[in-house]
Nanobody
């Protein structure tokens, strides 16, 4: 399975971006695909994921109400719509695919396929 993340860029605080994760070699129906981010000097952290088993979306608390993850199975692509962006959202964003159990949805090591990352910079 290969993942290609795109859509990052520079945006002012309060602005919006939409990230895309194109999946090849596998189906978005067969994998849970999520987004993680890594800010400079920090560990990679969970942002959002779309669970393949129950078709539910899960978010870290800091992005709830601002970010929306969605899936287009025809295009085999997962999106992350990011609104009301804050400077603290600045990071490299990675999409990842795996088959984690429900209790492991937010764990980095529960996903075994990773994209190359796309940089999101939010200026104040």
């Amino acid at each position: 399975v290969q993942l290609q993340a795109s859509g990052g860029g520079l945006v002012q605080a309060g602005g919006s971006l939409r990230l895309s994760c194109a999946v090849s070699g596998g189906s978005t129906r067969s994998y849970t695909v999520g987004w993680f981010r890594q800010a400079p000097g920090k560990e990679r952290e969970f942002v959002a994921t779309f669970n393949r088993n129950n078709n539910n979306a899960y978010y870290t608390d800091s992005v709830k109400g601002r970010f929306t993850i969605s899936r287009d199975n025809r295009e085999n692509t997962v999106y992350l719509q990011m609104n009301s962006l804050k400077p603290e959202d600045t990071a490299v964003y990675y999409c990842a695919a795996g088959r984690p159990i429900l209790s492991s949805l937010s764990r980095v090591n529960a996903y075994n396929h990773w994209g190359q990352g796309t940089l999101v910079t939010v200026s104040s």
